[in-house]
């Protein structure tokens, strides 16, 4: 290893290396953020190796050196300044990651260089830098960086930054199955009121039905496509039963012409739609279970609107009143019930649930490692 390298072993490894890019607030860790941990890791192990091999050559020269000749080894020292050391906010005191590096970097690249430098503190209380060779990093306060602590503080790095890459990669494994949901709703309500006109009552009863049924299918490539059919309907029946008087104001009568009346008025919306169409569906472990979160974008369906009118008797003839039914477009979107799975198998989840309002969903999935 030539003198160069050496200078820059130590003096690289100190000074603030964050990746370019998007600001990632120091949050936690995406699938997308895999490749920058990959790179981070590769460039720690290849410095944990150099630093290593600095120290190993290093012990060499010191014990074949008589005596504590601190000028002999200037040879390979650095130059008189300050090093920068990554994510300290100030030299000497106990390690603080700075903000900038972690609005720079996701989560688990900086805490493993808060690890990386915990160790550093950790070394200076239990080992004299004196038992151990003197390659030294001169600061304005006199302080030191021992090639033993970076080389301990990249394996330290490199063992959390590992732990972390296979973490997230088994979190980002592609789950594959089916997830179905059907969710069958039916109410109707009945009201009565006293006629406004005429001797009578009036009755209202109102209908509605859902049937919604979604599948969801989730490849081993490709996003999760949801296969959906919806058909609702919400019906309004007004039935009147009245006594009227028929009497002609222009004939002088002391008694009323009482004769029975009534009607039939229906007002149905049918609504319909289906599709396929791209879903969400998210799988995260937390606290020991997994939890599933679906979404379907909306479908376009269509809604007829049909009303039926029929008057019968009273003081005139029946009649019926049916015009044709209007078709207008339905937008349909339904809200899916999060999905709760205890751990018993971590790469299967399986089961079936109530949402508590007419709907079960059932879920079979199954995760599939891509990489090794």
């Known amino acids: 290893m030539n003198k160069t390298w050496r200078r820059a072993l130590l003096m690289v490894p100190l000074m603030l290396m964050v990746f370019a890019g998007r600001g990632f607030a120091g949050g936690p860790c995406t699938c997308d953020d895999i490749p920058r941990i990959k790179a981070r890791l590769a460039q720690r192990a290849r410095l944990a190796a150099a630093a290593a091999q600095v120290v190993a050559e290093a012990a060499q020269k010191w014990f074949s050196t008589a005596g504590w000749a601190k000028e ?3 040879q390979i020292a650095f130059p008189n300044q300050e090093p920068t050391v990554e994510g300290v906010q100030d030299y000497g005191k106990p390690p603080q990651i700075t903000e900038e590096l972690k609005n720079a970097n996701c989560e688990s690249i900086w805490k493993a260089t808060q690890a990386h430098e915990d160790d550093h503190a950790a070394f200076d209380k239990t080992i004299s830098n004196t038992r151990y060779p003197w390659i030294m990093v001169f600061g304005q306060e006199g302080g030191s960086v021992l090639a033993p602590k970076e080389a301990r503080g990249y394996a330290v790095e490199v063992a959390y930054l590992t732990k972390e890459l296979e973490r997230i990669q088994k979190e980002c494994d592609p789950w594959t199955g089916t997830i ?23 009755t209202t009863t109102t209908k509605s039905s859902v049937n919604y049924d979604v599948t969801i299918r989730i490849e081993s490539t490709g996003r999760p496509r949801a296969f959906v059919t919806a058909n609702e309907s919400d019906t309004s029946e007004e039935i009147g039963k009245v006594r009227i008087d028929c009497r002609r104001p222009t004939i002088a009568r002391h008694e009323p012409e009482w004769k029975s009346a009534g009607w039939d008025h229906v ?12 879903a969400g569906v998210s799988v995260t472990f937390a606290n020991g279970r997994y939890r599933i979160d679906l979404d379907v974008p909306e479908i376009q369906g ?14 005139g003839k029946p009649n019926d009143n049916n015009p044709a ?7 349909m979107k339904k809200s899916l019930p999060v999905i709760d799975n205890p751990v018993q198998k971590p790469d299967a989840l399986q089961g079936r649930d109530s949402d508590g309002r007419g709907g079960i969903v059932t879920w079979n999935l199954t995760r599939t490692p891509m990489r090794k």
């Not at 709703?185 to 009578?200: H, T």
């Not at 269509?302 to 003081?315: E, L, P, Q, S, W």
């Not at 039914?325 to 937008?331: A, G, I």
């Open 72 to 74: 002999r080894f200037k």
């Open 180 to 202: 179905s949901y059907r969710l069958v709703q039916n109410r109707e309500d009945a009201s009565e009121r006293k006629a406004i006109s005429g001797d009578g009552t009036v």
């Open 267 to 278: 007002t149905s919306m049918e609504h319909t739609a289906s599709g396929n169409v791209d």
């Open 302 to 315: 269509t809604t007829n609107v049909i009303v039926r009118k029929h008057n019968d008797g009273g003081c």
């Open 325 to 331: 039914p209007v078709r207008v477009p339905w937008h």
